[in-house]
């Protein structure tokens, strides 16, 4: 069974500070990996996603993905505290399904 | 543009009720989903329409029904639904942005049935 897996959290960091947000996934047919960020009580917002091993960037974020190790990260620069919210992590392994994880809580405390 | 719109924003059903929900999309994307989300978990997938044909249903009820009358529209008409089916619904449409397939989210409905 395809899982992705995220540590539920809270996350808490303080103004200013990096944020690592970590996923893993079970599946080595993974395609595409995306993370959202969602408010609470509001639908989920793409980030961005990535699909080559490395690391992406745009603007405070960064994606990295380590397709060997079958892991993927969000890494947020500068954290504001409207930057909190809960992140979802998610795995395409066709171009119509999305595999989700359960999501980490980021808090941002000024 | 990646605008996905939803209505209504908030439903109160009854268990005897018959209502619907809405989603739009004008960008031509191919696809279309429905997700329900309940508290604290991940959006669960419920149908995919691709092509205006559906593609995925993952074994939902059939009091949850679907219809995409045009690619542009995607419906899903509700029956009888029980307590429990109270949650947040998600529409999604996807396009191909640098090589990969990507959803969309719209805002969503509340839905609570009483």
């Known amino acids: 069974q395809k899982e992705v897996e995220q540590n539920s959290g809270p996350l808490s960091v303080p103004e200013g500070a990096i944020a690592s947000l970590n996923c893993t996934y079970s599946d080595r047919g993974s395609q595409s990996f995306f993370w959202y960020r969602q408010y609470s009580g509001k639908s989920p917002e793409l980030i961005m996603f990535i699909y080559s091993n490395g690391d992406k960037e745009d603007g405070r974020f960064t994606a990295q993905l380590n397709k060997a190790s079958q892991y993927v990260s969000l890494l947020i620069r500068d954290s504001q505290p409207s930057d909190s919210a809960t992140y979802l992590c998610?795995?395409?392994?066709?171009?119509?399904?999305?595999?989700f994880g359960t999501g980490t809580r980021l808090q941002v405390f000024p | 543009d990646t605008e996905v719109t939803q209505t209504p924003k908030h439903l109160v059903m009854g268990m005897t009720n018959k209502k619907s929900l809405k989603c739009e999309q004008h960008?031509?994307?191919?696809?279309m989903y429905w997700y329900k989300q309940k508290a604290k978990k991940p959006p669960e997938l419920m149908f995919v329409y691709s092509y205006e044909k559906l593609s995925i249903n993952e074994s939902v009820p059939s009091r949850f029904s679907p219809e995409c009358p045009n690619s542009s529209l995607l419906n899903l008409h509700l029956h009888a639904l029980q307590p429990e089916d109270s949650a947040l619904y998600l529409c999604?449409?996807?396009?191909?942005?640098?090589?990969?397939?990507?959803?969309?989210f719209g805002p969503g409905t509340r839905l609570t049935v009483l």
């Open positions: 998610a795995v395409s392994y066709n171009t119509d399904k999305l595999i």
């Open positions: 999604a449409s996807s396009q191909v942005t640098m090589g990969t397939d990507t959803q969309y």
């Open positions: 960008m031509g994307h191919r696809a």
